[in-house]
């Protein structure tokens, strides 16, 4: 039992160019989430996913697009990075239900990108 | 919508002794979850203590603890005989009912001195 994973660890872009972040987890979460991790500004929510093919906006969306084609799979996209998007990005499940066991996110390792 | 502070942006404390972090929050709605991540060098993000706000009884984890107080909106954390293990950046998080989305504080960041 894997948990939450996230390929790439480490990425160094240059502006304009794209990529794509792979998140996975196999605890048949329902739920999946994308923040970002500044230094001084905490975790922000880019978008989530409460279901299979089902994508919404979270508090900072501009310049990401996000796929939920698989239930286990969240794709996070930098159609043309920026340094701006320089940062460490988490991703995270959960599952719907009562209590902790709907509001409780388990987190992957993350991603650190530098966009040059 | 929601917003989490966390007044403290670093803390220190020698090994052995008790350190509280401090978090405030603001919210509308009546029932939510609030949450204490901790993040060491290592950056992965691990879940330390949980409160759900319509339970009175403050949660309680081995050595770390909360003071809930709902009417001020208030969620600190208290680490007791603290552990060299314990350097690591602290968040504070809030959950509302949508969805299970997380806001949450800028950070602390404690250091446990030997």
């Known amino acids: 039992n894997a948990g939450v994973t996230q390929t790439p660890k480490f990425r160094v872009l240059k502006t304009g160019q794209s990529m794509t972040l792979l998140c996975a987890q196999d605890m048949n979460h329902e739920y999946m989430y994308w923040y970002r991790q500044d230094p001084g500004m905490g975790l922000r929510l880019i978008h989530y996913?409460?279901?299979?093919?089902?994508?919404a906006k979270g508090e900072v969306p501009d310049g990401y697009n996000v796929s939920r084609l698989k239930k286990q799979n969240f794709l996070l996209g930098l159609e043309s990075a920026a340094p701006s998007q320089t940062s460490v990005y988490f991703c995270a499940s959960s599952t719907p239900g009562l209590g902790f066991v709907l509001n409780t996110q388990y987190f992957g390792p993350g991603t650190r990108l530098t966009v040059l | 919508a929601q917003t989490v502070t966390q007044s403290q942006p670093e803390m220190s404390v020698q090994e052995a002794e008790t350190v509280t972090l401090s978090c405030t929050y603001d919210t509308s709605e009546s029932n939510y979850y609030l949450f204490w991540y901790k993040q060491p060098p290592s950056r992965q993000m691990i879940l330390v203590i949980r409160q759900e706000a319509y339970k009175q009884q403050n949660a309680t984890e081995n050595r770390f603890s909360v003071n809930f107080q709902k009417a001020a909106k208030s969620f600190s954390l208290k680490i007791s005989d603290s552990q060299l293990g314990d350097t690591a950046m602290y968040f504070c998080?809030?959950?509302?009912?949508?969805?299970?989305?997380?806001?949450f504080g800028q950070g602390t960041i404690l250091t446990v001195h030997p």
């Open positions: 996913s409460v279901g299979e093919g089902t994508t």
């Open positions: 998080a809030f959950s509302g009912t949508s969805y299970g989305k997380l806001t």
